[in-house]
């Protein structure tokens, strides 16, 4: 996975989002519509930048789950830790145009 297949991806699964705005192809960035605004983000160390890493408490409970997906997410592998990054990253994605359409909704 690459800067640039993230930025694919999202302006795929958020084309008819009206709260993301996908810029034209040669830039390489994505805007989001926030209630303050339109802010651009730049897709450039885009995954490095807001790759969080498990607490190691939190990586031992997923680790003893019964459930096998939970289990994969926190391997021991390096990989998974990663994975775990950009799963939080496209969840707070998410959350946020939710947040954000919901607000829209009630104004």
């Known amino acids: 996975a690459t800067d640039d297949t993230l930025l694919d991806k999202l302006k795929q699964h958020h084309q008819d989002n009206p709260l993301f705005v996908a810029t034209a192809v040669m830039e390489p960035a994505f805007v989001i519509r ?3 605004g339109r802010v651009k983000y730049q897709i450039k160390d885009f995954r490095e930048k807001n790759t969080d890493h498990m ?3 939190a990586v031992q409970l997923l680790r003893g789950s019964k459930r096998a997906f939970l289990r ?3 391997c021991s592998s390096p990989a998974a830790l990663f ?3 950009i799963l939080r990253a496209t969840l707070r994605i998410l ?3 939710k947040a954000l359409a919901h607000q ?3 104004t």
């Open 72 to 74: 994969q997410l926190v």
């Open 83 to 85: 994975r775990w990054g």
């Open 34 to 36: 926030h209630f303050a």
């Open 104 to 106: 829209r909704a009630q």
């Open 55 to 57: 607490r190691l408490d």
């Open 95 to 97: 959350a946020t145009f």
